[in-house]
């Protein structure tokens, strides 16, 4: 049976990655550092991506209103409390981390990496929010730090990136990875299965073509209807199909064989806040969703990479 480190995975998890790396497990301190969105306050567009919330893609576990440092410290604290937790990452998640002056960022970035128990950082943001400037500061903390950029792209089709109006193209987005990894720091790339009007073949188009630039690590997530959101109105007018949750499960097999065994997964399905969700429902039942991607591996005795070699020259 083919398994990733010593789990009884069949692909590539992030978490058993830094276990592996550092020792014992890594922790995630999601942040809120006040960040705004290009694609949200008018500079690129107004309303933002079609299934953005308000929160910006933010699990809410802290306020903007606390410095960053003492979210990072609370965060510590809570986690060694709950968890015994001693090594920890800070996680930029809400809106776009880097849509801020570089001095800025300094600041704010410093203030994550201060504790002594960080060993890491990675930040969220959009491929048309980076430029040299930033991208020299963030590989700055490379020698120190576990450091990786998320860049949201959801899907490398243009008529699918026009369709969710996510405000830049296919090649800003091989632009910024490409400036990303050759300074040493590693990229984690959003993706979204189920996007209006995708088929299975355009989804693992997303998935070869990712597989052949390169990138380091991949976070999948189920299109989800939130409220408040452009995507709501769409499904309330009956003009959106989502997927079920057996094709869901059969489809995030399907991409993960064709990424190589060395690309990081970081998420596989993410439930969003409960109480603003709309649908699908049953991604409320995350572990039952990994669990089914386990045993859907086992049946097909497969894993993650086993078609990549046929896909990727």
């Known amino acids: 049976?083919?398994?990733?480190?010593?789990?009884?995975?069949?692909?590539?998890?992030?978490?058993?990655?830094?276990?592996?790396?550092?020792?014992?497990?890594?922790?995630?301190?999601?942040?809120?550092?006040?960040?705004?969105?290009?694609n949200r306050d008018g500079t690129i567009s107004n309303g933002g991506c079609i299934f953005c919330d308000d929160g910006g893609s933010f699990s809410r576990a802290h306020?903007?209103?606390?410095?960053?440092?003492?979210?990072?410290?609370?965060?510590?604290?809570?986690?060694?409390?709950?968890f015994k937790a001693k090594k920890f990452m800070s996680y930029f998640q809400a809106y776009t981390?880097?849509?801020?002056?570089?001095?800025?960022?300094?600041?704010?970035?410093?203030?994550?990496?201060?504790?002594p128990d960080v060993i890491g950082i990675s930040i969220g943001t959009r491929p048309d929010c980076i430029d040299n400037e930033k991208l020299d500061l963030i590989a700055s903390y490379t020698k120190d730090y576990e450091t990786w950029i998320e860049y949201g792209l959801q899907s490398i089709h243009e008529k699918t990136l026009k369709?969710?109006?996510?405000?830049?193209?296919f090649k800003t987005f091989e632009h910024a990875c490409e400036e990303t990894m050759k300074r040493g720091i590693n990229v984690c790339v959003h993706v979204?299965?189920?996007?209006?009007?995708?088929?299975?073949?355009?989804?693992?188009?997303?998935?070869?073509?990712?597989?052949?630039?390169?990138?380091?690590?991949?976070?999948?997530?189920?299109l989800c209807v939130m409220k408040n959101t452009k995507l709501e109105q769409i499904y309330n007018q009956g003009n959106l199909k989502l997927l079920e949750e057996e094709e869901y499960v059969s489809l995030v097999c399907d991409f993960l064989e064709l990424l190589p065994e060395k690309t990081t997964i970081h998420r596989l399905a993410g439930n969003g806040l409960q109480s603003l969700k709309v649908a699908p429902?049953?991604?409320?039942?995350?572990?039952?969703?990994?669990?089914?991607?386990?045993?859907?591996?086992?049946?097909?005795?497969?894993?993650?990479?086993?078609?990549?070699?046929?896909?990727?020259?």
Not at 163 to 169: A, C, E, M, P, V
Request: net charge positive; aromatic share 10%; charged share 25%.
């Open 192 to 222: 979204i299965l189920g996007l209006p009007d995708e088929t299975r073949a355009d989804m693992l188009k997303t998935a070869e073509t990712l597989a052949r630039m390169g990138v380091n690590g991949i976070k999948i997530h189920d």
């Open 163 to 169: 369709l969710i109006n996510r405000g830049h193209d």
């Open 97 to 115: 981390n880097t849509y801020k002056p570089v001095k800025e960022l300094e600041n704010i970035y410093a203030c994550a990496l201060k504790h």
């Open 1 to 38: 049976m083919h398994k990733f480190y010593d789990t009884e995975k069949r692909y590539n998890q992030f978490s058993a990655y830094l276990k592996q790396k550092f020792g014992q497990k890594v922790y995630k301190i999601t942040l809120d550092a006040g960040f705004s969105c290009p």
């Open 281 to 313: 429902l049953w991604l409320n039942k995350k572990f039952e969703i990994l669990n089914k991607i386990d045993r859907e591996f086992i049946q097909r005795n497969s894993w993650q990479g086993k078609f990549y070699n046929h896909t990727v020259p």
């Open 63 to 82: 306020s903007s209103i606390l410095p960053v440092d003492v979210q990072v410290e609370t965060g510590i604290k809570n986690l060694s409390e709950k």
